[in-house]
């Protein structure tokens, strides 16, 4: 009886893990962020490596267009005397799409005025 009960609640629990993950979810952008982006991004969005952009404030680069920061996030990105490129998924190539647009999500609400 127990160990039924048990089962039950862990496969409600993987229904709603799968459930938020599909919406996009910032939990997910959070580990996306804190495992992949910070390294270079550094937490508070300001860069932390020479040649990393700031993408805080409001008019700043996330500011731009979803399909924009998307695609340059997805092939990664090099703008012209930049010293340094942005790399496809942020080197992670396990990244999906989703992760991609939960971690956009995640920089714009937590990023010091984001757009
Ligand atoms: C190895 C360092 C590094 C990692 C890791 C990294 N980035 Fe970047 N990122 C850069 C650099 C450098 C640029 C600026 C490229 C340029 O302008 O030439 C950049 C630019 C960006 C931009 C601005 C694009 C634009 O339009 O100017 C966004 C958004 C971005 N990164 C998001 C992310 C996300 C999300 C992750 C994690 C999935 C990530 N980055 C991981 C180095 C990194």
């Not at 998307?70 to 989703?98: C, H, I, N, V």
């Amino acid at each position: 009886m127990r160990g039924a009960r048990l089962t039950m609640l862990s496969a409600m629990g993987l229904a709603y893990a799968s459930l938020s993950i599909a919406a996009g979810d910032p939990g997910r952008g959070a580990m996306v962020f804190n495992g992949t982006c910070i390294a270079c991004h550094g937490s508070d969005g300001f860069g932390s490596l020479p040649g990393v952009p700031d993408l805080t404030g409001r008019t700043g680069l996330l500011s731009q267009d979803d399909a924009v920061l998307l695609k340059r996030m997805t092939e990664g990105f090099q703008s012209p005397g930049s010293p340094m490129a942005m790399p496809p998924r942020g080197g992670d190539p396990a990244l999906t799409d989703a992760d991609l647009k939960a971690v956009l999500r995640y920089m714009r609400k937590e990023f010091k005025n984001a757009p």
